[in-house]
């Protein structure tokens, strides 16, 4: 067995810039052999907004996951843009180093900062696992209702994506956001 433990949070012009709701919840899972054959190019991809970051095998699992149940669910896929995932990658740095599950307190901001002034819906998951199978990451999002209202909130179009292991643990930022501009360039937020 396996631990996981998730934090939800979502916000819109009509709530507080501040709220970020935080509900912690605890979930067991049973842990179960998976072969992850995803590879990640070594080259970043262009995409329409920019340039595509570089995901780890595990993060291109966990996006390819999520793709998978929106497409499902008769929602869009979600891209991965560059500024929204070194927002991801440094809080789940920060997550990992502290060894704490948290929101980041200032995501508006980092958002902002990031590629996407415009935005006009914004969301973070955040999730601790101890298990290097993402399969069993996404389950446990797709588990806890509002995780997966975000994962499958039709006015999402980009994500943020990082999964940072430290201490045995895997410490993941998921960072939705409605619009992305792509002029912040490649990625470049390292732990």
Not at 64 to 84: K, Q, Y
Request: proline residues 4%; charged residues 20%; positive net charge.
């Amino acid at each position: 067995m396996s631990s996981f433990r998730p934090l939800s949070g979502s916000s819109s012009p009509r709530m507080s810039l501040r709220r970020v709701a935080a509900t912690a919840t605890s979930l067991a899972l049973a842990v179960g052999v998976v072969v992850v054959g995803a590879a990640v190019s070594a080259k970043a991809a262009t995409t329409s907004v920019g340039p595509a970051p570089r995901l780890s095998a595990y993060d291109a699992r966990l996006l390819h996951d999520i793709n998978r149940a929106r497409v499902a669910h008769g929602r869009a896929r979600l891209v991965a843009t560059a500024g929204t995932t070194d927002v991801a990658h440094r809080w789940s740095c920060h997550m990992g180093r502290e060894m704490t599950l948290s929101h980041r307190p200032n995501l508006v901001d980092a958002i902002s900062r990031h590629g996407s002034r415009a935005w006009r819906v914004l969301g973070e998951n955040v999730g601790v696992s101890p298990s290097p199978d993402a399969d069993a990451l996404f389950r446990a999002y797709m588990n806890s209702p509002k995780h997966r209202a975000n994962i499958l909130d039709r006015q999402y179009r980009f994500i943020g994506i990082h999964t940072e292991r430290r201490h045995g643990e895997r410490w993941n930022t998921l960072d939705f956001v409605d619009r992305y501009t792509g002029t912040y360039g490649a990625t470049r937020a390292t732990c």
